[in-house]
């Protein structure tokens, strides 16, 4: 992939990505860090340490941790797998408690080349492709603490 700055260049390799991932002020505080991201950016996985500085006052993760873990992968990989031609953001997300997360908590993110690709088509073909995607966050025990829907924009640069 070619991008514009040295920055960009060392933030699309996966584990360069995972590093800076675990310095970003905002997730290292939460305990959140990417355990791994496959080499072609279609398969990853976030894991959350709840630290007494990161659960709420029922000693469960914060609410806006667990929105802030389900928002880094998806998006990140949606680009590093269209390239340079294409901008990818967040257009709208919700999010879905359904028991308190203690522990370590992880969720899991895979994006096959042919979604990829698909969307990739649709934003040639229209300039603007919308897709949703959904994660589950799950406690050890594997029962589900949150679930989240995050509606991605993808914008063709060459629509202008």
């Known amino acids: 992939m070619t991008t514009k700055t040295p920055f960009h260049r060392w933030l699309f390799a996966p584990a360069r990505f ?3 991932v675990g310095l970003y002020p ?3 505080g939460a305990g959140i860090r990417v355990a791994y991201m496959a080499d072609d950016w279609t398969d990853g996985a976030i894991s959350m340490r709840v630290y007494p500085w990161t659960s709420n006052l029922h000693g ?3 609410g806006g941790a667990l929105f802030s873990a389900t928002d880094v992968l998806y998006g990140m ?7 340079r031609d294409y901008e990818v953001w967040t257009k709208a997300a ?3 408690f359904h028991s308190p997360g203690r522990g370590t ?3 899991r993110v895979q994006l096959p080349p042919e979604e990829a690709e698909r969307i990739r088509t649709v934003a040639a073909r229209d300039g603007i492709a919308e897709v949703v995607h959904r994660v589950e966050i799950v406690d050890s ?3 589900v603490v949150a679930s989240a829907q995050h509606t991605m924009r993808v914008r063709s640069r060459s629509a202008g």
Request: charged share 10%; aromatic share 4%.
């Open 105 to 107: 908590l992880r969720l």
């Open 77 to 83: 990989m949606l680009a590093a797998q269209l390239g």
């Open 94 to 96: 919700t999010i879905e």
């Open 26 to 28: 905002p997730l290292l």
């Open 141 to 143: 025990g594997a029962a």
């Open 60 to 62: 469960a993760a914060f």
């Open 18 to 20: 995972r590093l800076l």
